[in-house]
């Protein structure tokens, strides 16, 4: 695969990421994006101008799923403690109601 031909994929790859994470399949993301690695090791410094733009768009594209995925993350630890909070509440309530 030439350059062009693997900055093509890469953007491709990204997409399909972007529209993982956009279904919230976490895991699937995570699969695309581990696929992937090794074809960004595989990219050369020199690259034609078109392919630089495919480059910061895949640069842009990550960033912005950078941002998703830590708000995702943010939002499923509070739920996570909230949910805690009900359970605990609920051990409490059942404590109680034995006595």
Known sequence: MNQTE???RLLAM????AQAASLADWP???RLTEA???LL???VAE???AALEKIRQIQAMDAALLVEAETTQN???IEFEAAMGRAK????YQRMARM
């Open 75 to 77: 939002e499923l630890h």
């Open 41 to 43: 090791m595989s990219l």
């Open 36 to 38: 992937r690695s090794p």
């Open 47 to 49: 690259q034609e101008p």
């Open 6 to 8: 693997l900055v093509e």
């Open 28 to 30: 699937e993301a995570a």
């Open 89 to 92: 509440a609920a051990g409490e």
């Open 14 to 17: 990204t997409r399909e990421i």
